[in-house]
């Protein structure tokens, strides 16, 4: 494992007209479970079909119906809880979260409030290199999702698409550990991470696949000392919740946005109401949505229409069994394996994709190399496109196989960078490409020492110069590469050139 050191919660400090302030930040994250249909129905999930299209009688609290639990969509969140070293509890059951929605069919929602699935876990934070800090989950829970109103396709009608609707939810809720915008941020992406290695949630934030709502409050310096000695939530001030934040951006925007009117209604004497915000991005301000409801407010009871949910520990240690390597786990290994920097670990670990198709490269060349190529010259020329690796025009084994052809000597780097190209544009073998162009690499030293004599020969001067500054022997190397069209091996033309002129 990586050599880490764990800081505590470093509190990011606002100084307002009369006090200094600090911000408490908790997060309930919202990740569509990555299943093909939904927790209590066998309706299709696909994103973007046809409104309601993707609907069940279940789903549409059609008379009769009774939810039937997928199995899968448990398994997930099981997978998900020991990917974050959380707790499995082996019993856990549904309640019925009463409040109306238009695109709430049923008039409730089944979720997990007082028996969730999945305990306390934690999420490592990455703050820089080696250091991370530990925010704790409280608790993960299974729940059905809500559909859609649709208000801008008619000016006097709303419409509700209900494909969403019953999709299974993972609520994973952070404790009040965080301190500050940028690391609300990092955590979630983190999460994100670590959820996409996993595979139970795609991490798509655009299609409201992975969603945070953010509970934002302040306190005076020394309040949250006095929280974490009495767990006494009132140390920490009255929290708004910033409702559906898909974004990093937006959710550090808001952080800073919302923590100044907070500061600013308690400076000027008032007090803050506990409540449901919008965050309008246009404007870079919350906005007041509803009170903010207690738990008592949903009339939670049991779900009368699902038994209480049971488990077998040997289930539950056969998908430990099968978990993939983490993020955290797959950047120790690149360090040790490579011999590559935290930096690089940390930028070919950053998405799943980026590392599958960098240890496809590895496996033919030299880890070191490979991870310089595939992060400079592909991940740049990428961004340039603006490509995803998914859509890479340059194939693991072709970048290998530049790779390979410069350990073996047969082209230098500046050669490699044009083959890039060529490969990159026309696709191609390179092996082949460097043959039939005749890009191979000029090793033959006495072609070399032939150029090299030319080269010395027409510039007298410059052979004095050099012989009273060495360092300018690097001109006599840039010109007999340039004569030789940057073929010769570099490492020959600085020898051959230092031996004639007895430097």
């Not at 093909?36 to 129905?41: D, G, I, N, R, Y």
């Not at 991490?203 to 302040?218: E, I, K, W």
């Not at 040790?336 to 496809?360: H, I, K, P, R």
Request: glycine residues 8%.
């Amino acid at each position: 494992m990586l050599d880490l050191t764990y800081e505590a919660p470093k509190p990011k400090v606002i100084q307002g007209a009369k006090h200094d302030w600090e911000l408490v930040i908790g997060l309930e994250v919202h990740a569509q479970v990555a299943s093909k249909s939904k927790l209590f129905s066998g309706a299709s999930t696909l994103f973007g079909s046809e409104p309601n299209s993707n609907v069940a009688f279940v789903d549409s609290a059609m008379p009769g119906m009774l939810p039937v639990i997928n199995e899968f969509c448990v398994a997930q969140a099981v997978r998900t809880g020991l990917g974050l070293k959380a707790d499995i509890n082996l019993k856990s059951a549904f309640d019925r979260k009463n409040y109306f929605y238009p695109d709430l069919p049923q008039g409730y929602q089944i979720s997990q409030l007082y028996h969730p699935i999945v305990g306390e876990g934690e999420v490592l934070v990455d703050m820089g290199p080696g250091v991370a800090r530990k925010v704790r989950i409280e608790r993960i829970h299974l729940e059905q999702d809500a559909g859609k109103s649709i208000h801008d396709m008619d000016p006097h009608f709303t419409f509700v698409d209900l494909n969403r609707t019953g999709v299974a939810l993972m609520e994973i809720v952070s404790r009040p550990d965080i301190r500050g915008p940028e690391e609300a941020a990092a955590y979630v992406g983190k999460l994100r991470q670590i959820l996409r290695y996993l595979g139970t949630c795609d991490g798509n934030m655009q299609n409201g696949n992975l969603r945070a709502d953010v509970n934002v409050s302040v306190c005076r310096p020394g309040d949250y000392e006095k929280y974490q000695e009495t767990q006494d939530f009132s140390h920490l001030g009255t929290r708004c919740e910033i409702k559906n934040m898909n974004s990093m951006r937006f959710i550090q925007q808001a952080i800073e946005y919302e923590a100044r009117r907070q500061i600013q209604i308690l400076e000027a004497g008032g007090e803050i109401d506990q409540e449901t915000r919008l965050y309008d991005p246009d404007k870079g301000e919350t906005r007041s949505m509803r009170s903010k409801e207690e738990a008592h407010d949903y009339r939670y009871f049991p779900c009368p229409d699902l038994l209480p949910l049971e488990i077998e520990q040997a289930w539950v240690d056969d998908i430990a069994g099968a978990l993939p390597e983490l993020p955290d786990q797959k950047k120790a290994r690149f360090v040790a394996d490579y011999g590559m920097t935290e930096y690089d670990a940390s930028v070919l670990t950053a998405e799943v994709e980026n590392a599958a198709f960098f240890e496809e490269v590895a496996a033919a060349s030299d880890g070191k190399l490979a991870a310089n190529w595939v992060i400079n010259e592909l991940f740049g020329r990428l961004k340039k496109d603006d490509t995803d690796i998914a859509d890479s025009p340059m194939s693991p084994s072709q970048l290998g196989g530049i790779i390979s052809l410069i350990q073996k000597g047969d082209i230098s780097g500046k050669i490699a960078k044009d083959l890039f190209e060529i490969v990159y544009t026309e696709g191609g073998d390179p092996s082949l490409i460097v043959e039939e162009r005749g890009m191979k690499q000029v090793t033959d030293t006495g072609a070399i020492e032939t150029a090299v004599d030319e080269v010395i020969a027409a510039n007298p001067q410059q052979v004095e110069k050099a012989k009273q500054n060495p360092k300018l022997a690097g001109w006599f190397v840039g010109q007999v590469m340039k004569a030789t069209g940057g073929k010769a091996n570099p490492k020959a033309v600085n020898e051959i050139v230092a031996a004639k002129l007895g430097l």
